[in-house]
């Protein structure tokens, strides 16, 4: 038996990733009700949108799904936390920050908690305090990333090594013999955002979609390692605005104000690569098509499925 699909109440052990202020209920419902487990990342939204949001995913899907709270960068982290367990959201999943003093609490009110960890360290106060997933990411993924550069290839068997819960593994993950690498490395899982991007159901810009089927392997840049915040990003006119901006040199609250959620609102929703940044992995080189959520995640488990067989004949 699958520990995230068992713990979760979902058919395939896929978890779409949080994607702050471009989060949406189209996406996170298709996600759901494809057999994955949609999330809807808070961002830095205030409560009420958030809100708005959660009640639109529960009229689109009665599948399971996460609100993603990165506790960090969250204005309001404990109202949209008390709106989880005001609509009964099935899941939450904590990022950006110590989990530890919410977990009873959402316990109490039957919340399952995924927490997502960077290392080793992280992901065994994650299970101490009760966690009941984890998602263990990589260097590869898109967005804000650990300032550690653990390569998801090297973190996810150190990890699972060292605790007792199911993990996801995220980075660097979009088609079916990414999802078999990690099962062989011993995740029960994966989480994906970039690929799911690049879906027919995904509300984003086609320009976004555009640049993703045209990337190659080096298609992401990474940002911010001047000033201690690192994020992965497509390499677009704005990206490059920022990478001359660090040569010259910029203090982390500059960096904080060319970052803002809705900078990322102008790439992402209207597309436009000279003013607003669009977030990508490194999975972006193996993204050549759109197809819908149900067809990709269809797609993704057949293939897991086979590459498994082949590799197991192969010894």
Known sequence: MNGITSVLGIKYPIIQGGMGNISNAVLTAAVSEAGG???????TMPAEEVEQIIIETKSRTSMPFSLNVALSVSPDAVGI???AVKHKVP????????PAPFIPKLHEAGVKVIAVVASVKQAKKAETAGADILVAEGYEAAGINSNLETTTLALIPQIVAQVNIPVAAAGGIGDGRGLAAMLALGASGVQM???FIATKEAPFHDVYKHKLLLANDHETVIVGR???RIRRLLNTPYAGKLL???KQGLTVE???ELTTEDIHKKGALEGNEECGFMNGGQVSGLISDIPTVKELLDRMVK???ERLKVAAALL
């Open 193 to 195: 955002g970039t690929r």
């Open 91 to 98: 899941a939450v999943t904590l990022s950006a920050g110590n």
């Open 303 to 305: 293939e897991a499925r």
């Open 254 to 256: 500059e960096f904080a």
């Open 81 to 83: 936390l008390k709106l």
């Open 226 to 228: 001047s000033v201690g």
């Open 37 to 43: 487990l949609g999330t809807i990342g808070a961002g």
């Open 244 to 246: 001359e901006a660090e």
